[in-house]
Nanobody, 112 residues
Framework: QVQLVESGGGLVQAGGSLRLSCAASRSISRMGWYRQAPGKQRELVAY???????NYADSMKGRFTISRDNAKNTVYLQMNNLKPEDTAVYYC?????????WGQGTQVTVSS
């Protein structure tokens, strides 16, 4: 069993920045972020392996940066130049022994 605890969401004006954090209860090879906007399907933002390799959704490249602190079992998502269309619930995601785990989600709201 893996617990994921997210933090860092909130309300920000367009053009602003936020950093999300997700702490896992144990060491996980692959951790990442998804988001779900109202009325839309959940979509990949990015994920990162413990060796430092990353994968981004094409639409997320450039403004979003994923990083992690393996010693703290924590993954981060730095979001810059936020736009109203980035408004969504952001979910931490982890894959461990073939099981997918999700955090509770953190709301990000970008005002115009």
């Amino acid at each position: 069993q893996v617990q994921l605890v997210e933090s860092g969401g909130g309300l920000v004006q367009a053009g602003g920045s936020l950093r999300l954090s997700c702490a896992a209860s144990r060491s996980i090879s692959r951790m990442g972020w998804y988001r779900q906007a109202p009325g839309k399907q959940r979509e990949l933002v990015a994920y990162m392996y413990s060796d430092g390799s990353t994968n981004y959704a094409d639409s997320m490249k450039g403004r979003f940066t994923i990083s992690r602190d393996n010693a703290k079992n924590t993954v981060y998502l730095q979001m810059n130049n936020l736009k109203p269309e980035d408004t969504a619930v952001y979910y931490c995601n982890a894959a461990f022994l073939g099981v997918i785990y999700w955090g509770q989600g953190t709301q990000v709201t970008v005002s115009s």
